[in-house]
């Protein structure tokens, strides 16, 4: 009888999800490693015959490349939606080997010297600009990969580069059990009190599955969790202020005690990465991090710096504000208010200002109608048609939709995956686009036309509940333009340089530029009126709503730009200036950035580092300033010059959206992000578009 065929190992399409298993993983892993080392071994041989050329170094290096990203790709990303005990400990046995086979390719000599030959020949001139920047950055790389180090500092290089994946891997796993600990069942009806009915059916769905089997939204009980459509909901809405403290330390706190405690992980972290630093000849991270990114430390500094100068002052009167409403409500808070407090306030203040519910418009945003128009938005600017292609690519879940991305004449040019719903029980938080097939001709099915691209989106927003679709907050519009935007990045590219293609070989700091410009697009009328139709009547959003909720964007922008401040300061605080075992721990300095960033102190409990996964689980490690300052920055930039032109002029916001493409989305990391928005908009960035858009260009001495 013949074994049977594991599926991560089939010559697949189209990834098949719907059997892979966690009993795959480990003989997957064997098998391919044998394998990759095998054709490794092969090109060192090739190598060693100094023949750096294209067809003999790069394309058989991408195929290596890609081989273990998509397989260890697939595993990650069941990792993220679709967690068991089983898969964690599949992932944690081959984990070692994945990594030490990625050092053994980053710290190849004879690879690393093909590619300074490359750099050093006379022909170098000749080569395109794509080509040129895969033979930097992967000189650049083998360096931070430590090929240069000596035997026995490589090999300790190399026994903190495997700690380090396994610690990372550990401290996510801890925030989503952490996260999940945490139920508070509520049976009398006065404590949920200012719960809206979305959020009440969604507490009696989750009791229901908890074995309160009578749960009703009408009468309960409720469960209320730490995943995110819950907290949020409390956070802005329950009247019972000991509950929103009560579930607010519990958010701060998560991961940071017990079995799930992520303190000495970041210490760890931290010592290492600083050992990692100074054995490759840095004096800290955040100058390794650099030197893949647009920015220097000094430039990330200032720019941070000018920001908190331009939002403290719109800050204090934001919290001058909330104090008054509260005042004038009598509550009793109103003279002392704390964390749990401010957001409950300031959905209050939004309300009163704007007269716009965010509750009260979830009718009008229903997934269906909001992913229509984000679609024929898409149409409109890239010249792209998009349409469902369920069934004709397997799936993790049922909720999961399937489209294809055809060119103006129809012709396939990418595909995705869409999983739009929170699932606490085995899905991580957040919202993420991340890769399946990267476009390349190397890996061409036919021998002439690139391999397509293929990505998946994930969000967490609230489900669909009964016979009612997903109705959604406008927060959840924003991530989903947000993640669709990256996805753009990956779909979009014409590059056929896998190592630079799509979102590929892009310096990290301009990785959001995409994203966050999608996200423009929905504080604009008739974008905002095409998604915003009342999933029930068709009735389209009244004019005087959609007005206000534009004019919301500004609203508390220095309270929400200082947050975001606090994030960036205290990832470069602990990637430049932290001792490890010294005098000052990880939370005196996220209590010392507080100072700067926060009107109101930060709880002396807050704990909030231990569930930072971008920079202790993710790749923003001394660069979340680049997730929303830097990035916010360029995007803003370049979604004005569609103001500049004119939003309602269709024939030449069609031809800025062709140039949008055909420089930022089309050339990924063929050519540095500088030269590409410099192509677009026809000069450098400047953050005065940004500080307009968000009401802060007052307070700026831009």
């Not at 290596?64 to 990203?69: C, E």
């Not at 049976?187 to 059916?201: N, Y």
């Not at 938080?429 to 190397?442: E, K, L, Q, S």
């Not at 947050?563 to 605080?573: C, F, G, K, P, T």
Request: hydrophobic share 40%; with cysteine.
């Amino acid at each position: 009888m013949a074994a049977e065929r594991n599926p991560l190992l089939d010559d697949f399409v189209f990834p098949p999800f719907d059997v892979i298993e966690p009993k795959h993983v480990r003989p997957a892993f064997q098998s391919l490693l044998a394998e990759l080392e095998v054709q490794e071994k092969d090109l060192v041989e090739l190598e060693t015959t100094v023949e750096p050329t294209w067809p003999k170094l790069v394309e058989p290096l991408e195929k290596i490349i890609d081989r273990l990203s998509v397989v260890w790709g697939i595993v990650n990303h069941l990792n993220a939606v679709k967690d068991s005990p089983e898969l964690r400990s599949a992932i944690e046995e081959v984990q070692p080997g994945k990594v030490e086979f990625q050092l053994r390719l980053g710290q190849s000599k004879p690879i690393y010297n093909a590619f300074r030959t490359i750099r050093e020949s006379s022909d170098w001139e000749s080569l395109s600009d794509a080509r040129k920047r895969v033979v930097e950055a992967q000189i650049k790389e083998a360096v931070l990969n430590g090929v240069s180090l000596e035997d026995g500092k490589r090999e300790y290089f190399n026994e903190v580069q495997q700690e380090l994946e396994k610690l990372s891997q550990k401290f996510e796993e801890n925030i989503l059990d952490s996260t999940k600990q945490f139920e508070k069942l509520i049976t009398d009806k006065k404590d949920i009190e200012g719960f809206p009915a979305t959020a009440l059916a969604m507490a009696a769905e989750m009791a229901s599955s908890k074995g309160h089997k009578d749960a009703t939204a009408e009468n309960g009980p409720w469960v209320l969790t730490l995943d995110a459509p819950s907290y949020r909901s409390v956070m802005q809405h329950m009247r019972n202020r000991s509950l929103r403290e009560e579930v607010y330390r519990a958010y701060v706190t998560r991961a940071s005690s017990g079995d799930h405690n992520n303190t000495p992980i970041i210490e760890r972290i931290l010592k290492l990465k600083l050992e990692k630093a100074k054995l490759l000849g840095y004096n800290n991270y955040a100058e390794v991090s650099m030197e893949m990114k647009m920015a220097t430390i000094n430039k990330a500094e200032e720019l941070i710096e000018e920001l908190q100068s331009a939002s403290w002052n719109a800050a204090i009167q934001d919290m001058e504000d909330l104090k008054n409403l509260a005042k004038a409500q009598d509550a009793i808070e109103s003279n002392d208010l704390n964390q749990w407090d401010i957001n409950f306030w300031g959905e209050r203040l939004r309300e009163l200002k704007y007269d716009i519910n965010e509750e009260a418009l979830r009718p009008f945003f229903s997934l269906p109608t909001v992913i229509n128009g984000l679609f024929n938005l898409a149409k409109m600017l890239f010249e792209i048609e998009i349409e469902p292609a369920d069934g004709l690519a397997p799936v993790w879940n049922n909720d999961v939709r399937f489209y294809c991305v055809k060119d103006s004449l129809g012709i396939p040019i990418a595909y995705f995956y869409f999983d739009p719903y929170a699932r606490p029980s085995e899905k991580r938080g957040g919202a993420w686009m991340d890769v399946v097939f990267g476009r390349g001709r190397t890996f061409s099915h036919d021998g002439a036309s690139p391999r397509l691209p293929i990505a998946h989106i994930v969000c967490n927003q609230t489900p669909p509940m009964g016979d009612k679709p997903s109705l959604m907050t406008f927060r959840e519009v924003e991530a989903v333009f947000h993640e669709f935007g990256h996805a753009l990045q990956h779909m979009l590219t014409k590059q056929d340089e896998s190592l630079v293609s799509g979102t590929r070989g892009i310096e990290w700091d301009a990785v959001e530029l995409a994203s966050q410009f999608m996200e423009n697009w929905c504080y604009q009328r008739g974008i905002l009126m095409s998604i915003a139709k009342h999933y029930e009547t068709g009735e389209s959003l009244p004019e005087e709503i959609c007005l206000k909720l534009i004019s919301a964007r500004t609203f508390r922008a220095g309270s929400l730009m200082l947050r975001q401040l606090r994030y960036a300061s205290v990832d470069l605080e602990l990637h430049t200036k932290y001792i490890p075992d010294g005098s000052e721990t990880i939370y005196d300095i996220d209590q010392r950035v507080g100072k700067r960033t926060n009107v109101i102190p930060l709880l002396l409990e807050d704990r909030f580092l231990c569930s930072f996964s971008h920079i202790f689980a993710d790749k923003y490690a001394a660069g979340y300033y680049s997730y929303q300052e830097w990035a916010e920055v360029l995007s803003a930039d370049a979604f004005s010059a569609f103001e500049e032109a004119g939003l309602d002029n269709v024939k030449t916001i069609k031809e800025l959206g062709r140039k949008f493409r055909d420089s930022i989305l089309a050339v990924g990391g063929g050519k540095s992000p500088d030269q590409v928005f410099v192509e677009f908009r026809g000069r450098k960035p400047s953050p005065v578009a940004l500080l307009r858009y968000i009401g802060l260009l007052i307070n700026s001495n831009s």
